[in-house]
């Protein structure tokens, strides 16, 4: 259990922040369990991301939301995914949206294909 503590404190210590590898093509971005608009380097982030893979089939797998209510996990999880779309429909990437409960809570992966 202090693990876990321990755990979602780092977690929630790196709201925001976002690691990204032209190597394995990936993006990872972390929520705080009420966020569902992007902060401003989330943004950032996501546009370069983008930017730098614009000629691929990109997918955005979104994990659930922390939160003790599932509806309500389901529905931040969605507003994430509504704000990823809106962003690629923007720069005309063709994106295709995952929802999944097996990542990690709070997380958004974004995958060039």
Sequence with gaps: MMIRTIYLI???????CAS???SNKKLELFFSSEQVTL???QHRKII??????SYNQITATVGPAKLNNKFE???????RMQNI????QEH????TLEYSPQITIDTLLLRSN
Excluded: D, N, R, Y
């Design 85 to 88: 779309e809106k962003i690629a």
């Design 48 to 53: 370069q991301f983008f930017s730098t893979f």
């Design 39 to 41: 902060t401003a380097e």
């Design 20 to 22: 990204t590898s032209q």
């Design 92 to 95: 005309q990437i063709p994106l």
């Design 73 to 79: 996990a389901l529905l931040h999880s969605q507003k």
């Design 10 to 16: 780092i977690l929630l210590g790196l709201v925001g």
